[in-house]
């Protein structure tokens, strides 16, 4: 059994991975900002040894890395590293301190969906700040593994789901008022001929693939792994069956980008954007075959989070 230090450990990853390590016999150091709890009870958080940290200050005094290698980690898991500077610095202080550094990054990092599944190797194109850090991060985890032998495993999730937040909807944004409609039976216009795609996860498939890198670690080391569901969804498919979820008929229609956008506000506008642009559709073959990856469907995944939106009445079915 070992120390595991997970940083980020009461966010959605967090909420899932750290019981499910306590319950495997692991002995584990939640890192955090002391700024929120995980969105789930379980007990055994009471087994826990709790860290209240702020990355971004100890990183500006150039601390944050050697305060979590004083913290003797057998395995790191980082939840929340976004930029290449960051990364340098926990991996460096983690050198020769650590046997298994595990870095969250994304789907993103593949920017548009060119080949599809789309496979963990292919060369990344990314745009945006957010998948431009985070592949620089990828490259050089890789690298630094290749070239110096540094325990580092890269998990790359998509569109996170699971009881405690809402899900990326059908409309491709994050405002529950699409769900609202959809339970309505009312009709759902969305972009375009609704083709587009988003790839959910659970996040309790994510902790659970991390814990199989963790056991398989001979092969997992030097490796990046997709964190997606067997099959991503179209906008149209996850939408009809979102009215069958309520007990409707599909009610959808369609319109152009730009007639589309009109009608929505802005921040939802710009999240739909974010997502169809890049229409992610990625392949998990790789961690199936290495692994033994077997995570459940996107509907079944977004289900779960629905029944504890209606149950907690943020959805009103």
Same mark, same amino acid.
């Given at each position: 059994?070992?120390?595991?230090?997970?940083?980020? +450990?009461?966010?959605?990853?967090?909420?899932?991975?750290?019981?499910?390590?306590?319950?495997?016999?692991?002995?584990?150091?939640?890192?955090?900002?002391?700024?929120?709890?995980?969105?789930?009870? !379980?007990?055994?958080?009471?087994?826990?040894?709790?860290? =209240?940290?702020?990355?971004?200050?100890?990183? *500006?005094?150039?601390?944050?890395?050697?305060?979590?290698? $004083?913290?003797?980690? !057998?395995?790191?898991? !980082?939840?929340? #590293?976004?930029?290449?500077?960051?990364?340098?610095?926990?991996?460096?202080?983690?050198?020769?301190?650590?046997?298994?550094?595990?870095?969250?990054?994304?789907?993103?990092?593949?920017?548009?969906?060119?080949?599809?599944?789309?496979?963990?190797?292919?060369?990344?194109?990314?745009?945006?700040?957010?998948?431009?850090?985070?592949?620089?991060?990828?490259?050089?985890?890789? /690298?630094?593994?290749?070239?110096? @032998?540094?325990?580092? =495993?890269?998990? %790359?999730?998509?569109?996170?789901?699971?009881? @405690?937040?809402?899900?990326? $909807?059908?409309?491709?944004?994050?405002?529950?008022?699409?769900?609202?409609?959809?339970?309505?039976?009312? =009709?759902? /216009?969305?972009?375009?001929? @609704?083709? /587009?795609?988003? %790839?959910?996860? %659970?996040?309790?498939?994510?902790?659970?693939?991390?814990?199989?890198?963790?056991?398989?670690?001979?092969? +997992?080391? @030097?490796?990046?792994?997709?964190?997606?569901?067997?099959?991503?969804?179209?906008? *149209?498919?996850?939408?009809?069956?979102?009215?069958?979820?309520?007990? %409707?008929?599909?009610?959808?229609?369609?319109?152009?980008? !730009?007639?589309?956008?009109?009608?929505?506000?802005? +921040?939802?506008?710009?999240?739909?954007?974010?997502?169809?642009? *890049?229409?992610?559709? #990625?392949?998990?073959?790789?961690?199936?075959?290495?692994?033994?990856?077997?995570?459940?469907?996107?509907?079944?995944?977004? /289900?779960?989070?629905?029944?504890?939106?209606?149950? $907690?009445?943020?959805?009103?079915?």
């Amino acid at each position: 059994m070992a120390r595991v230090v997970v940083i980020g +450990a009461t966010g959605h990853i967090g909420t899932y991975l750290v019981p499910r390590l306590v319950r495997l016999g692991h002995e584990v150091v939640a890192v955090t900002r002391g700024t929120s709890k995980p969105y789930l009870p !379980d007990p055994a958080w009471a087994q826990v040894e709790f860290i =209240t940290l702020d990355r971004d200050t100890l990183e *500006r005094q150039g601390t944050f890395g050697s305060t979590i290698a $004083n913290l003797q980690g !057998d395995v790191v898991i !980082d939840n929340i #590293c976004f930029t290449l500077d960051s990364a340098r610095q926990l991996v460096e202080a983690l050198k020769g301190n650590v046997q298994h550094f595990l870095h969250i990054g994304t789907i993103w990092t593949h920017g548009h969906s060119e080949v599809v599944p789309t496979p963990e190797d292919v060369t990344k194109r990314p745009f945006g700040d957010y998948g431009i850090q985070k592949a620089a991060i990828e490259a050089y985890l890789l /690298e630094l593994a290749r070239r110096e @032998g540094f325990p580092a =495993t890269i998990i %790359h999730p998509g569109h996170i789901v699971g009881q @405690g937040w809402a899900p990326l $909807n059908p409309a491709g944004h994050f405002d529950l008022s699409a769900f609202s409609t959809i339970a309505r039976g009312d =009709t759902l /216009e969305l972009p375009n001929f @609704g083709m /587009e795609t988003v %790839h959910h996860i %659970h996040a309790d498939d994510i902790a659970a693939l991390l814990i199989l890198a963790m056991t398989h670690w001979s092969v +997992a080391v @030097g490796e990046a792994f997709h964190a997606v569901s067997p099959g991503a969804l179209t906008l *149209r498919h996850y939408a009809s069956a979102m009215y069958r979820y309520f007990g %409707h008929e599909p009610a959808l229609s369609f319109a152009p980008w !730009d007639d589309w956008k009109s009608r929505q506000i802005e +921040a939802n506008a710009n999240a739909t954007w974010e997502h169809v642009v *890049r229409s992610p559709n #990625c392949s998990i073959e790789k961690g199936k075959r290495l692994l033994g990856y077997a995570p459940r469907s996107s509907l079944a995944a977004v /289900e779960d989070a629905l029944g504890w939106l209606i149950a $907690n009445d943020r959805i009103k079915a």
